[in-house]
T-cell receptor, first 112, second 116 residues
């Protein structure tokens, strides 16, 4: 099935650094979601975006819905050890009740 | 917030047997439930979408006779892996959604299936 392309595939950063990752698609989505997955667990929703150009924050996390509707960005400021995990973007054509297409994932490792 | 319970969290079965995985929405009624499969170090791949009282819609390449989905109520969906083989070993995750609720994609904690 279709997948969204995420970059980078993995990141190894120092505690306290800011992190940026992005997600691109060949087709348009009307809802973009960012999830974090810890080992052996299901994904947990971090941020949801509903409008092109929208910029939304959740604590140290900020995400943007690209103007073209074909991309999205996630920034994490002042990373801490518990930020370690895999981050997935996901797109939906029209939200609740409609299937999500997931990105390839960005694995984040934080060095103390 | 919305909670989705998935059971069992892990299961080991013999090749050729069937395994049932349950997905329950605990504090809301889910109009739609989704089943995903995730192989190690890979992303989530949608297997099927099920609406309460209807037949599931399977993604291309997913065998509907092998992965039986039942969505008999607004709070329960089950996935049965029939005649399991080692290549079916994977992490299976369900998600429950509420129609028109843009935040309504809550995931279960997943089931690790190992077929020996």
């Amino acid at each position: 099935g279709q997948q969204l392309n995420q970059s980078p595939q993995s990141m190894f950063i120092q505690e306290g650094e800011d992190v940026s990752m992005n997600c691109t698609s060949s087709s348009i989505f009307n809802t973009w979601l960012w999830y974090k997955q810890d080992p052996g667990e299901g994904p947990v929703l971090l941020i949801a975006l509903y409008k092109a150009g929208e910029l939304t924050s959740n604590g140290r996390l900020t995400a943007q819905f690209g103007i073209t509707r074909k991309d999205s960005f996630l920034n994490i400021s002042a990373s801490i050890p518990s930020d370690v995990g895999i981050y997935f973007c996901a797109g939906s054509i029209s939200g609740g009740g409609n299937k999500l297409t997931f990105g390839t994932g960005t694995q984040l490792k934080v060095e103390l | 917030g919305a909670v989705v319970s998935q059971h069992p969290s892990w299961v080991i079965c013999k090749s050729g047997t069937s395994v049932k995985i349950e997905c329950r929405s605990l504090d809301f009624q889910a109009t739609t439930m989704f089943w995903y499969r995730q192989f190690p170090k890979q992303s989530l791949m949608l297997m099927a979408t099920s609406n309460e009282g209807s037949k599931a819609t399977y993604e291309q390449g997913v065998e509907k006779d092998k992965f039986l989905i039942n969505h008999a109520s607004l709070t329960l969906s089950t996935l049965t892996v029939t005649s399991a083989h080692p290549e079916d070993s994977s992490f299976y995750i369900c998600s429950a959604s509420v129609l028109r609720d843009l935040d309504g994609y809550t995931f279960g904690s997943g089931t690790r299936l190992t077929v020996v």
